[in-house]
């Protein structure tokens, strides 16, 4: 069954800590995303990267930054954890567009951040 | 950017009846997709429209896009206990800026009571 796969359901950390939050796919897509999910602003994008080693910038990235060394990697960071950071974090990936494809996104379970 | 707008923002249905919710947007789009997501969880992808195409069905759900209007409705029959979930809208625009990215609407909450 393919996936995309975040490394944590739950995730508590203190304010100022670096926090890395892992998400592999394994359907070979080029494309991969970081949204997050908040109460009454629904997903809101903060980098996707469509190929190995590329990223973009999407609505929110202060504070983020990201990192995709291998295909079927894709991480976010949290250079120094606050507060306003606590939320629940989904990573997607999908396949590149073509002439032909439309194709949706697969999403991961999503990981839940507390930051205290 | 919040691009697709989903109307109404709660419903709480029968089980057995069916449920609509509709979709508004603001941009010139390749395509529109809904997605379904239990509490909690990650988002599943549902079904995709194209621009080009004004029906499309998919089991128990039926989609129509109409837009000249920027307009989508999602139609679950016959809904069941299990559909209770959120529901998405998110609209792709296509070649250019942002075409690798979808934008995604503020969602539904469905509640099918048995």
């Known amino acids: 069954d393919v996936k995309v796969t975040q490394s944590s359901r739950y995730l508590v950390k203190r304010t100022g800590e670096k926090v890395f939050l892992e998400c592999v796919q394994d359907?070979?897509?080029?494309?991969m995303f970081w949204y997050r999910q908040d109460p009454g602003l629904g997903l809101r994008l903060i980098y996707f990267s469509y190929d190995v080693k590329m990223k973009e910038k999407g609505d929110i990235p202060e504070g983020y930054s990201v990192s995709r060394e291998k295909k079927e990697r894709f991480s976010l960071i949290l250079e120094s954890a606050s507060t306003n950071q606590t939320s629940m974090y989904l990573c997607?990936?999908?396949?590149?567009?073509?002439?032909?494809?439309?194709?949706?996104?697969?999403f991961g379970s999503g990981t839940r951040l507390t930051v205290v | 950017s919040q691009q697709g707008e989903e109307d109404p923002q709660a419903l709480s249905i029968q089980e057995g009846e069916n449920a609509t919710m509709n979709c508004s947007y603001k941009?010139?789009?390749?395509?529109l997709q809904w997605y379904r997501q239990n509490s909690g969880r990650g988002l599943v992808h549902l079904i995709l429209?194209?621009?080009?195409?004004r029906e499309k069905h998919s089991g128990r759900l039926r989609v129509t896009l109409d837009t000249s209007k920027k307009s989508s409705s999602l139609l679950i029959t016959a809904s069941r206990a299990a559909d209770t979930a959120s529901y998405f809208c998110?609209?792709?625009?296509?070649?250019?800026?942002?075409?690798?990215?979808?934008?995604f609407g503020k969602g539904t909450k469905l509640s099918v009571i048995p």
């Open positions: 359907m070979d897509h080029e494309n």
């Open positions: 998110a609209t792709d625009a296509g070649a250019g800026a942002g075409s690798y990215q979808l934008t």
């Open positions: 997607a990936s999908r396949k590149r567009q073509g002439r032909v494809g439309d194709y949706g996104y697969t």
């Open positions: 941009t010139s789009i390749n395509n």
């Open positions: 429209i194209r621009s080009n195409e």
